[in-house]
Each structure stands twice: as structure tokens, then as C-alpha cells.
């Protein structure tokens, strides 16, 4: 831009170039009578200036400026690929936990109705361990595309594990919807064989539910609540869904301090056998 140039001065065009948030080198072009006045366009974000009578730094100035405006640009991508990791599954693309629990924090701030799902596939370990890990990552793409098929427009499908772990935020819904029409609608959906080309996989889903009538203060509580159930879910063969109790929770500690109180005697030998025969 030329300074003192009629209806385009370079304080006019500098405001035009940042409104636009072009990045674009900005140079002053000023006379040698002018050259004071620069200072202040300068702080106001031009890059450099030249003299007219002298333009000998005008290509070494564009070279640089290119240089640091690529810096830029892949400090941008990086921020950008950083803010994306921070909120979705880079394999599948889903929401990620963190995308998740924000949802359903805004839910319960906003006191809508609302149900959370936590799912997985009950063949899938098994499935990772027999075809291995590319196979599996292709079937989780896979299951993750059906899944979203399967939902109202306004659900929320994330992944929340490293493995086959999914979870679902209906939105506007009471449970019974979800239990009698959406859920169902889940589980037909999942009757059809997986095609992964030389093999198609029939999977089933085990789901875990809670909702907004348990009055969750934050939404990991409800989060975890919806995978005890789920957890609950898998040790009933043939169910296909659990709706969480709070008595889950309860028998959720007694069973691991159990565990624990187990280690400790055995690590201290006070666990003694004794046979009585018959």
C-alpha cells in the first residue's frame, strides 16, 4: 500500500486487509518525507516498509514474509488438528468423550429431557484377538456408520474407549421412547451380517441406560452410571438393555473392595484351607 494515496491510504487498506483476516504480507510504500509516519502502521500490524526512491529490500522483504506466513498457516493447521483431537475420534471421526460430556452438561444446565446409552459389541474382543487389530478398526468404521443410520437426527453418537465402546445422548426424549422404539430400532438394525468383504461378522450390542429423572449433577456421573448398568447388561445373557438402579453402584465398591480385602489376605497368608470329609 502507498501511503498518502487518495481513497485507498495505507491506513485504510491495512483496516480492509485485517477485516478480512486475509494473511497477506502488508508493505508501506512511503516516500523519504514520510517515513516518520510509519511507526504507527507498524504497531498496527504492517509488516514492513520501503522507500519509493529505493527498493532494493522489496524481494528479500516478500521471500521473508512468505516464510513467516507459511509458519503461520502450519501453526494454524496444527491448532486446528489439535482442537479436533481434543473433541473427536480421530479413527472414526465421532465425537469423543470429552465432545460427549460437554452434551450432556448442557443438557442438565438447560433441565431438558434427556437418556444416555453406553454400548458395545459383545463379539469384539474376541473378533480383535481372532482377525486382528486392522480388520477390527475396519469394523468399528463400519459399526460407527450403522449406528449413526440408526438414530434420530438430533442424537449424539460418540466414542468413548479405545476399543468398541460407544455411547448415545437422546436428546428431548424420555426413556420410554428410547426403550420402546429407538433401542429396538438399534438392535434390528444390527440383525444383518457386518460385510467386511471375505467375512461378515453377526454382532450384538450390549446397552446400558440412565436418564434425567436420576437428577445427575454433572455428566460424568451419569456417563459412568449408564456403563455400571451396561456392565450389569453383560453378565445377563439375552438382555438387551439395563436401565441403571442406584443399588448398582453399592454392589459396584462392595465387589471391588472385596477384590481388594482378597489381594491383601492372600499377599499376608491369611487365608487358611481346611478339608472336612464327608
Same mark, same amino acid.
Given at each position: ?8 491510504? !495505507? ?22 518525507? &514520510? ?9 498496527? @500490524? ?20 512468505? /516464510? ?28 469423543? =468423550? ?24 459383545? &463379539? ?7 482377525? @486382528? ?25 460418540? /466414542?468413548? @474407549?479405545?476399543?468398541?465402546?460407544? !455411547? ?7 426413556? !420410554? ?55 450389569? @447388561? ?28 482378597? /489381594?491383601?489376605?492372600?499377599? &499376608? ?6 478339608? =472336612?470329609?464327608?
Amino acid at each position: 500500500a502507498s501511503h498518502g494515496v487518495p481513497n485507498l491510504s !495505507a491506513p485504510v487498506a491495512l483496516e480492509l486487509v485485517q477485516a478480512r483476516s486475509l494473511d497477506l504480507p502488508f508493505i508501506v510504500l512511503v516516500s523519504a518525507l &514520510q517515513e516518520a509516519t510509519v511507526a504507527p502502521l507498524l504497531e498496527q @500490524g504492517a509488516h514492513d516498509y520501503l522507500i519509493k526512491d529505493n527498493l532494493t529490500r522489496l524481494v528479500p522483504i516478500i521471500r521473508r514474509e512468505r /516464510r513467516v506466513a507459511q509458519i503461520r498457516s502450519e501453526r494454524r493447521q496444527a491448532l486446528r488438528q489439535i482442537e479436533y483431537l481434543a473433541y473427536y475420534d480421530p479413527h472414526t471421526g465421532l465425537p469423543n =468423550q470429552n465432545r460427549l460430556v460437554e452434551a450432556i452438561d448442557a443438557e442438565i444446565a438447560a433441565q431438558h429431557p434427556y437418556v444416555v446409552a453406553f454400548l458395545n459389541l459383545d &463379539q469384539y474382543r474376541d473378533f480383535r484377538y481372532g482377525y @486382528g487389530y486392522l480388520l477390527s478398526e475396519q469394523l468399528l468404521l463400519i459399526v460407527g456408520h450403522r449406528l449413526r443410520t440408526l438414530l434420530p437426527r438430533d442424537a449424539m453418537l460418540a /466414542r468413548v @474407549g479405545r476399543d468398541d465402546t460407544f !455411547a448415545i445422548l437422546f436428546r428431548a426424549l424420555e426413556m !420410554a421412547t428410547v426403550q420402546t422404539h429407538h433401542l429396538p430400532h438399534i438392535h434390528q438394525g444390527f440383525e444383518g451380517p457386518i460385510d467386511l468383504g471375505h467375512f461378515r461378522p453377526l454382532l450384538s450390542l450390549s446397552v446400558g441406560l440412565t436418564d434425567h429423572t436420576r437428577a445427575w449433577a454433572e455428566a460424568e456421573a451419569c456417563l459412568r452410571a449408564a456403563e455400571m448398568a451396561h456392565y450389569q @447388561g453383560q453378565q445377563q445373557a439375552g438382555t438387551e438393555a439395563v436401565i441403571y438402579q442406584p443399588p448398582m453402584k453399592k454392589r459396584a465398591q462392595a465387589r471391588a473392595q472385596l477384590e481388594t480385602d482378597l /489381594r491383601q489376605a492372600l499377599r &499376608q497368608g491369611q487365608l487358611q484351607v481346611a478339608y =472336612q470329609p464327608i
